[in-house]
């Protein structure tokens, strides 16, 4: 579409100069000087958008200008700091081990099983569970090599590092849950059990029919649409996009209410107000390495397919499972259930009335949490 605009335009531009030609033959300016001012302009003009679409480096963590480093952190096999934040019982004693995956502009803090779900729970099962801050959030270094398989890596390695045994448990929490699926593709072998809460989807997967993924897209707010298709086809101008003024950015990173569904605002309403680190941490090393290369990453071209995927757990080993509600606006529930359709060894919770925020109602993650360890009551 882009090329042929482009197209569209020279050719156009090409007519009017022949007929300026044919009418401007007795100017009375130097040819040279609109030569001169038009190359003068558009030098500034490319300085300037090159200037503009490059993103300030990162405040790292721990250096003398970044914000201080106030948990542990592993060392990755790159040399990166990966922060982490336990909960549960210790993990010596443990029974169960989950690593927690969490979501756009969030950090390790935002652990959902750490802010819901009973205490007795926990101790009753055993569970142990560790956050982390995904890579340029929070207390972790900033990884602009990062794929959907180096996050995979990551959480393979954080669990090697913590001894967490040869298998363990994920969770992940709306683009934590999208970025569940590498997990999926890349580290099969070395999980126990899975489960996608609200996970954002790439509309751009190939396997949605087009009528169900353009219905969905023609849904979305204007502003994000463009967010979307900005870190798609042109993820070089994210960082400008959603820091320029001119046109409405991303309205969630804008953090915007109005997104969240009438369920969403009541949940939201209903919980205890978010303290200082809970809302300053996920940006604090800037927002390109932490916000935008997470659009890019999760809107981007994927090199493997979520629903081609092989069943992980062909002998019932474990289980995969993706929670949902019905009027979540950040991630549209038909094209989860397109997905669920197309994996039948996927187990689907759909909740009625529920947006994206559901999880953190009454006693959910206690149910969350049962399904995924497969203990009845
Ligand atoms: C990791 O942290 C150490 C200090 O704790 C620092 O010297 C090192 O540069 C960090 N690694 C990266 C890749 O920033
Ligand atoms: C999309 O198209 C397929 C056939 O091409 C049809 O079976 C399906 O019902 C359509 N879905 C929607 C939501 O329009």
């Known amino acids: 579409m882009a090329a042929g605009g482009t197209r569209r335009i020279s050719a156009a531009s090409a007519r009017s100069h022949t007929r300026k030609n044919k009418q401007s033959s007795s100017s009375f300016l130097p040819k040279g000087i609109f030569k001169t001012l038009l190359l003068v302009f558009f030098t500034g003009f490319l300085a300037w958008a090159y200037q503009a679409t490059r993103p300030p480096p990162p405040k790292i963590c721990g250096s003398p200008d970044g914000p201080p480093v106030t948990s542990p952190r592993i060392k990755l096999r790159d040399g990166r700091n990966l922060s982490y934040l336990e909960f549960g019982v210790p993990k010596d004693t443990a029974k169960y081990k989950i690593i927690f995956v969490h979501g756009f502009d969030s950090c390790k803090l935002h652990n ?83 489960t996608l809460v609200a996970p954002v989807v790439n509309h751009w997967w190939p396997s949605f ?37 001119w046109f409405p950015g991303s309205s969630v990173a804008s953090q915007s209410l109005d997104m969240f569904s009438p369920p969403d605002l009541e949940i939201l ?38 629903m081609e995927l092989e069943n992980p757990f062909p002998n019932n080993e474990g289980s995969v499972h993706i929670w949902m509600g019905d009027d979540d606006r950040f991630a549209p529930v038909t094209l989860q259930r397109y997905i669920a359709q197309q994996l039948p060894w996927v187990k689907y919770h759909e909740i009625e009335r529920a947006g994206h925020m559901f999880a953190l109602g009454d006693g959910m993650t206690d149910k969350i949490l049962k399904a995924l360890l497969n203990v009845t009551d």
Request: negative net charge; aromatic residues 14%.
């Open 112 to 194: 959902i099983f750490a802010a819901t779900t009973s205490p007795a729970l926990i101790e009753d099962l055993g569970v142990y569970i560790v956050s982390f801050d995904r890579p340029g959030y929070g207390e972790s270094d900033p990884d602009p090599k990062r794929t959907l398989k180096s996050l995979a890596l990551d959480i393979e390695e954080l669990a090697d590092k913590l001894e967490l045994g040869s298998k363990f448990y994920v969770v992940g929490l709306s683009m934590g849950g999208e970025f569940v699926w590498p997990c999926l593709k890349y580290i099969p072998h070395r999980l126990a059990g899975v």
């Open 209 to 245: 029919p087009s009528n169900i993924s353009n219905e969905v897209y023609s849904q979305m707010f204007k502003q994000d649409q463009w967010c979307l298709r900005v870190a798609h086809y042109l993820p070089w101008l994210t960082y400008w996009w959603n820091t320029q003024t």
């Open 269 to 306: 309403s209903k919980l205890p107000p978010l303290t200082e680190a809970h809302k300053t941490q996920p940006r604090q090393q800037g927002e390109f390495e932490s916000l935008h290369r997470d659009l890019n990453i999760a809107f981007g071209k994927w090199e493997f397919e979520p």
